[in-house]
């Protein structure tokens, strides 16, 4: 991506480590740091980021600084960045404003997957995240309950990759060869797209498919 990026984290390590990655990927990216609330709404209006990468239950920072950035820049693309912690957390994280979340022992491949759908104005949340909130028995479709709109539903390039390759019958296996990806992000993706498309098993994401013009309807009609 473009743009600046804040990276909001106590942890020195992490925020220098991230940088280096964020910075070999070759784009034209601005890093700027944060190792406290109070520092990330000092560079808040300074820098106007594209883009606030968040650990928002560590040390030094809450869902309070979550909230006071959407105050002053409404709409803030944020991503959070946490350990584990229990899904009614992270849904009261999600509400106050952080648009993705994933945790820290994620692959590499997830985070940057993250950050660049994020970036893009869409969503993603690992399966992890997703696994904890539903053994809070916290259901997904209230997630976004406080902001419920008409808008309509938007996949990302590589979900609507992930969805057409779903459709025509191959497994993650096989996804996951196909688009040079491990088999554990094409699991994450089919749960953001089962998430965003609020449907529970294939055969709804396959008539979402064929319905939006990703697939053919004739490659489901057998002749004698």
């Given at each position: ?16 480590g ?10 034209d ?9 109070e ?29 006071a ?8 693309k944020?991503?959070?960045?946490t ?13 106050a ?7 820290k ?5 997830e ?19 997703l ?8 259901p ?62 294939t ?22």
């Amino acid at each position: 991506m473009q743009g600046t990026i804040v990276i909001a984290d106590s942890s020195p390590v992490f925020r220098h480590g991230l940088e280096q990655i964020l910075l070999k990927r070759g784009n034209d990216t601005t890093v700027v740091h944060a190792e406290s609330g109070e520092e990330l709404q000092a560079v808040l209006t300074p820098n106007a980021p594209e883009l606030v990468i968040i650990d928002c239950m560590a040390p030094k920072f809450s869902v309070d600084d979550v909230l006071a950035c959407q105050r002053v820049h409404p709409g803030l693309k944020m991503l959070a960045i946490t350990a584990a912690h229990s899904g009614q957390s992270i849904v009261h994280a999600l509400r106050a404003g952080i648009t993705s979340y994933v945790k820290k022992d994620c692959s590499m491949e997830e985070v940057l997957e993250a950050i660049d759908e994020t970036s893009a104005g869409g969503t993603f949340f690992c399966g992890q995240i997703l696994a904890a909130i539903e053994a809070d028995s916290i259901p997904v479709d209230d997630l976004e309950s406080a902001d419920a709109s008409c808008d309509p539903i938007v996949l990302s390039n590589r979900e609507i990759e992930v969805l057409t390759l779903i459709s025509e019958g191959l497994t993650n296996v096989q996804i996951a060869d196909k688009l040079f990806l491990s088999s554990h992000t094409v699991n994450t993706h089919r749960k953001n797209i089962m998430q965003k498309l609020r449907v529970n098993n294939t055969a709804a994401m396959v008539m979402y498919a064929v319905k939006s013009g990703f697939v053919s309807p004739n490659r489901f009609l057998f002749h004698q």
